[in-house]
């Protein structure tokens, strides 16, 4: 079980939107939630699974980490690595998306 929280980051309020059973529907709706809300805004999903995020890179490029949040796997890339991060690119893989990526390669 897959559950969509909002948190706004004016007041720290967090909201339970949605809870789903299937991890593709849960993309789907974090997908459209991400692209159409205020920056204010932020969506998080809570399982016990973490699932892969795709990110790009301010010069060019991308890659991905493992996490159970959008915060979370900011935090992690940020580790991982010392080049500039689009913040705003994170978004839960989705099996289309990560094709599209990896044809870049051959």
Known sequence: MYQLFVTNTYTQEKNLVATFMAEGDLF???????????????????????????????????????????REAIRLAQEKSNLALDIDSFRPSTPQDFQNLMSSFY
């Open 28 to 70: 789907i709706a974090m997908s459209a939630l991400q692209n159409a809300a205020p920056q204010h805004l932020v969506y998080e999903y809570q399982s016990n699974q973490p699932i892969s995020w795709l990110y790009n890179y301010s010069e060019g490029g991308w890659n991905s980490v493992q996490a159970s949040s959008k």
